[in-house]
């Protein structure tokens, strides 16, 4: 080998050896000691900090699956632009639309119990978003999934102000009714958790959001709607086979409650709280 090529070649054995060198380094300072340093809980060992680096779990020593990203709950954001398109629908024109859902979510409503939930009357906000949830799939519904993807979003606004003008669930005010019965201090435990929720538990009041009285941007009005659906939309929620409450909620109350209050609750809603459909 002359001189010149032994120069070449130890140049390059530098060069790989500088790389390696600064590989080793990077490794050790991104997998090692910037997660122990950011006092990541449950690094009891430098393969805690490699495996917590590359995305795989160490929950009961299993270190073999990769942790799924979080699941977007709705793709809707209640910015003025959206809640300018949700309140800008034509109620002629949902009625136009309206012709094949009527027969499934208003006419039962003057029926028995059919599991089927009640639009006359539900507010535009609460209509809009759930049609756009079953369009993007972060609610599931066959049927309904169908019917959204057939839909554009001025088509949600349109139906959403038909069902709206409709007789049925009450108007979305945000008033809130005075009354004596309306506290922790209620004696029977289903108005209790209606109006005050369960402190202990932490249950939030379902009338905070849901109403009679006050009520939250795009959370419906539950008074006078079908038992049967709420009782199964309050077991989805807990089983999180639906989950597309924002911010969990929903799924957090669910999960708190027994199945007889989710029957209770469901019924006192249905009835309109003084025993008349």
Request: hydrophobic share 35%; charged share 15%; net charge neutral.
């Amino acid at each position: 080998m002359s001189p010149e090529n032994g120069s070449v070649h130890s140049g390059r054995l530098l060069a790989v050896t500088i790389l390696a060198g600064i590989l080793a380094l990077g490794f050790g300072f991104g997998f090692l000691v910037l997660p122990r340093n950011q006092g990541t809980p449950g690094l009891a060992s430098a393969s805690d900090s490699i495996y917590q680096a590359l995305g795989l779990h160490t929950h009961n020593n299993s270190f073999n699956t990769v942790q799924p990203p979080a699941k977007i709950p709705s793709y809707v954001a209640w910015t003025e632009a959206t809640m300018q398109q949700a309140m800008g629908g034509d109620a002629k024109r949902g009625e136009s639309i309206a012709g094949n859902c009527t027969g499934c979510h208003v006419e039962p409503a003057h029926t028995a119990e059919s599991g089927m939930p009640r639009l006359a009357g539900l507010d535009r906000l609460v209509t809009y978003k759930q049609l756009d949830d079953y369009r993007s799939g972060t609610r599931l519904s066959d049927t309904m999934s169908a019917v959204a993807q057939s839909l554009t979003p001025k088509q949600y606004a349109d139906l959403a102000a038909y069902f709206a003008s409709q007789k049925g669930l009450p108007e979305n005010r945000g008033e809130r009714a005075p009354g004596s019965h309306r506290s922790y201090h209620n004696a029977d435990p289903v108005q209790r958790l209606i109006y005050a929720g369960d402190p202990k538990r932490g249950i939030a009041a379902c009338a905070s959001c849901h109403g009679p009285g006050g009520y939250l941007i795009g959370a419906p009005a539950l008074i006078n709607q079908d038992a049967l659906y709420l009782e199964q939309q309050l077991l989805a929620f807990a089983q999180g086979t639906r989950s597309n409450d924002i911010n969990m909620s929903m799924r957090t109350i669910a999960g708190l409650l027994t199945p007889a209050e989710m029957k209770a609750l469901a019924s006192i809603y249905a009835k309109g709280f003084d025993g008349s459909k």
